[in-house]
C-alpha cells in the first residue's frame, strides 16, 4: 500500500500541484448484481470541495441492501422518439430531455409516464436549434444545464441559449461558443452564478477516430475555464498521456470531468489521480482514488481490430498509451462522485459505479443497468438507454427492496 500511495504521489509531485490523499478501497465489481459497501479512509479536504455537509450523512441515491429497477421509459412509441439524446434535468417535478438531432426539448411528469408538452424547432433564429448529432463514444452528451433560478441552459454544438420552464426563448448566452472552445463534440458544461464552467484542449477528437497515424510531437493538454460576462480565464490545465502512433483502439484513456458543488474535477481516464480546482480558482490540487480493478481485456481492441480488417484496412492497432479505467463522472445531488467504471468484459451486466463521498472519503461499489443523465427525487435517477433495434430512449430508475432483504424503502 505505501509504495502505491508513492507513487501516486510522485505522481502528484511531476504535475506540480499540491497532493491530498483518499485511499478509498474499491473491490473489484463481480457478475453480481449488488456491490458491497466499502469503507474509505478519512479524507483530509483541503479545498473543502464539498457542500459542507455532516460526515455522517446518508446518501439516498446509493443502494445498500437494495438495487436500481427500470420504472418507466419514454421514446418507443410513434408519438415520443429522439432523434439523439443530449441532456436532461428534473426542475420543478418536470422533466426536460433534449434532443439535440430532433432539434427539439420534450418535457416529461417526473415519474416519466406522459408527454406534458415540447418546443424548440430546427433552424438558426432565436429559440431553435440546429439539429447536430454530438459525439456519444462513451454516453450522450450532457448540454441542457437547470440554473438555481429554475431556468435552461442549452448547448446545441453551435450557440448556448437560455430557456425559461415553460419554454420562452430568454436569450443568448454565448455568442461565439467556438472561438471559447466549445465545439459539437464537446460532452458537457457546468453553469453557476451566471458563469459557465467547461473543458477544452486535450485530444483531437477526429484524431481519436481517425485511421492512420494519430501521435502529435507535444504532449496534450486538457484546460478547465470559466467565462463569465464574456471574459474568459484558464481555471486548471490537466497534463494528458501521449496518443500511440497508429489507430487508436477503444481501450486507449480519454479524459473525463465532473462539477462539483465547489470545485471542477478532472481525470485522464486512466489514472486514480483526480485535478481539482474550486469554481472561483483560488485553489487547486490532485485527489487520488485507489481503483482496485483490473485492466480491460484485450477483447475490446481485439472486435476493433477486426472492424479495420472488414474495412481492409492496413493500419495496425495501437496499442494504448494509457488504459482507459475511467469513462465518466456525475455528482449526484447529495454531493458524492459518481464514477464509471471501465468493464473488464464487454459481456459484464450492467454499469459498474464507484461512489466516494468527498467530506469522509466513503466509498460504496455496485452496479446500475445504465449510468445517470440527471437525478430526480431521492432514490431515482434518468438515463439515456436503447432498446432492441437501437433506438435511443429515456428511462427512469429507482431504486427497489432486493427481494428476501430486510424492509426498506422503496421509490416506485
Given at each position: 500500500?505505501?509504495?502505491?500511495?508513492?507513487?501516486?504521489?510522485?505522481?502528484?509531485?511531476?504535475?506540480?500541484?499540491?497532493?491530498?490523499?483518499?485511499?478509498?478501497?474499491?473491490?473489484?465489481?463481480?457478475?453480481?448484481?449488488?456491490?458491497?459497501?466499502?469503507?474509505?479512509?478519512?479524507?483530509?479536504?483541503?479545498?473543502?470541495?464539498?457542500?459542507?455537509?455532516?460526515?455522517?450523512?446518508?446518501?439516498?441515491?446509493?443502494?445498500?441492501?437494495?438495487?436500481?429497477?427500470?420504472?418507466?421509459?419514454?421514446?418507443?412509441?410513434?408519438?415520443?422518439?429522439?432523434?439523439?439524446?443530449?441532456?436532461?434535468?428534473?426542475?420543478?417535478?418536470?422533466?426536460?430531455?433534449?434532443?439535440?438531432?430532433?432539434?427539439?426539448?420534450?418535457?416529461?411528469?417526473?415519474?416519466?409516464?406522459?408527454?406534458?408538452?415540447?418546443?424548440?424547432?430546427?433552424?438558426?433564429?432565436?429559440?431553435?436549434?440546429?439539429?447536430?448529432?454530438?459525439?456519444?463514444?462513451?454516453?450522450?452528451?450532457?448540454?441542457?444545464?437547470?440554473?438555481?433560478?429554475?431556468?435552461?441552459?442549452?448547448?446545441?454544438?453551435?450557440?448556448?441559449?437560455?430557456?425559461?420552464?415553460?419554454?420562452?426563448?430568454?436569450?443568448?448566452?454565448?455568442?461565439?461558443?467556438?472561438?471559447?472552445?466549445?465545439?459539437?463534440?464537446?460532452?458537457?458544461?457546468?453553469?453557476?452564478?451566471?458563469?459557465?464552467?467547461?473543458?477544452?484542449?486535450?485530444?483531437?477528437?477526429?484524431?481519436?477516430?481517425?485511421?492512420?497515424?494519430?501521435?502529435?510531437?507535444?504532449?496534450?493538454?486538457?484546460?478547465?475555464?470559466?467565462?463569465?460576462?464574456?471574459?474568459r480565464r484558464d481555471l486548471l490545465l490537466?497534463?494528458?498521456?501521449?496518443?500511440?502512433?497508429?489507430?487508436?483502439?477503444?481501450?486507449?484513456?480519454?479524459?473525463?470531468?465532473?462539477?462539483?458543488?465547489?470545485?471542477?474535477?478532472?481525470?485522464?481516464?486512466?489514472?486514480?489521480?483526480?485535478?481539482?480546482?474550486?469554481?472561483?480558482?483560488?485553489?487547486?490540487?490532485?485527489?487520488?482514488?485507489?481503483?482496485?480493478?483490473?485492466?480491460?481485456?484485450?477483447?475490446?481492441?481485439?472486435?476493433?481490430?477486426?472492424?479495420?480488417?472488414?474495412?481492409?484496412?492496413?493500419?495496425?492497432?495501437?496499442k494504448p498509451t494509457a488504459l482507459m479505467?475511467?469513462?465518466?463522472?456525475?455528482?449526484?445531488?447529495?454531493?458524492?462522485?459518481?464514477?464509471?467504471?471501465?468493464?473488464?468484459?464487454?459481456?459484464?451486466?450492467?454499469?459498474?459505479?464507484?461512489?466516494?463521498?468527498?467530506?469522509?472519503?466513503?466509498?460504496?461499489?455496485?452496479?446500475?443497468?445504465?449510468?445517470?443523465?440527471?437525478?430526480?427525487?431521492?432514490?431515482?435517477?434518468?438515463?439515456?438507454?436503447?432498446?432492441?433495434?437501437?433506438?435511443?430512449?429515456?428511462?427512469?430508475?429507482?431504486?427497489?427492496?432486493?427481494?428476501?432483504?430486510?424492509?426498506?424503502?422503496?421509490?416506485?
Amino acid at each position: 500500500m505505501l509504495s502505491g500511495i508513492s507513487r501516486c504521489r510522485a505522481l502528484a509531485s511531476h504535475a506540480g500541484l499540491p497532493f491530498i490523499t483518499l485511499i478509498g478501497i474499491l473491490c473489484a465489481c463481480s457478475g453480481s448484481k449488488g456491490g458491497a459497501l466499502q469503507a474509505g479512509v478519512a479524507l483530509r479536504d483541503s479545498l473543502s470541495c464539498g457542500a459542507g455537509r455532516m460526515a455522517d450523512r446518508t446518501d439516498p441515491w446509493l443502494p445498500s441492501d437494495s438495487h436500481y429497477a427500470r420504472t418507466a421509459v419514454q421514446g418507443n412509441s410513434p408519438h415520443v422518439w429522439f432523434g439523439q439524446i443530449s441532456g436532461a434535468a428534473l426542475v420543478r417535478r418536470h422533466l426536460y430531455v433534449f434532443d439535440a438531432q430532433g432539434a427539439r426539448i420534450l418535457v416529461f411528469d417526473d415519474r416519466l409516464t406522459s408527454l406534458v408538452g415540447s418546443f424548440g424547432s430546427k433552424g438558426e433564429g432565436p429559440g431553435e436549434f440546429r439539429g447536430v448529432s454530438a459525439s456519444n463514444e462513451f454516453g450522450p452528451p450532457r448540454w441542457l444545464m437547470p440554473t438555481a433560478q429554475g431556468e435552461l441552459i442549452v448547448f446545441d454544438g453551435y450557440r448556448m441559449q437560455r430557456f425559461g420552464a415553460e419554454g420562452r426563448y430568454l436569450g443568448l448566452v454565448m455568442s461565439s461558443p467556438a472561438a471559447a472552445g466549445l465545439t459539437p463534440n464537446t460532452p458537457r458544461f457546468g453553469w453557476a452564478h451566471d458563469s459557465l464552467y467547461y473543458f477544452t484542449g486535450g485530444y483531437d477528437y477526429f484524431s481519436l477516430m481517425s485511421i492512420g497515424s494519430t501521435s502529435g510531437s507535444s504532449s496534450p493538454v486538457f484546460y478547465g475555464r470559466v467565462a463569465t460576462q464574456g471574459h474568459r480565464r484558464d481555471l486548471l490545465l490537466m497534463p494528458l498521456p501521449q496518443l500511440p502512433k497508429g489507430t487508436v483502439g477503444p481501450r486507449q484513456a480519454r479524459p473525463v470531468w465532473a462539477f462539483g458543488p465547489k470545485c471542477l474535477w478532472a481525470s485522464d481516464g486512466s489514472r486514480p489521480v483526480f485535478y481539482r480546482v474550486r469554481r472561483d480558482g483560488t485553489g487547486r490540487d490532485s485527489l487520488v482514488v485507489h481503483l482496485q480493478l483490473p485492466d480491460p481485456l484485450n477483447e475490446q481492441d481485439t472486435a476493433a481490430s477486426s472492424l479495420l480488417r472488414e474495412m481492409r484496412s492496413n493500419v495496425p492497432l495501437a496499442k494504448p498509451t494509457a488504459l482507459m479505467r475511467i469513462r465518466d463522472l456525475l455528482f449526484d445531488p447529495a454531493d458524492y462522485l459518481w464514477i464509471r467504471l471501465n468493464p473488464k468484459r464487454s459481456s459484464d451486466l450492467g454499469v459498474g459505479v464507484a461512489a466516494v463521498d468527498p467530506e469522509s472519503g466513503k466509498t460504496v461499489v455496485f452496479h446500475v443497468q445504465a449510468f445517470p443523465l440527471a437525478f430526480g427525487a431521492p432514490g431515482v435517477f434518468y438515463a439515456a438507454i436503447r432498446d432492441s433495434m437501437n433506438r435511443p430512449l429515456i428511462g427512469r430508475f429507482a431504486v427497489q427492496q432486493r427481494t428476501g432483504a430486510a424492509s426498506a424503502p422503496s421509490h416506485p
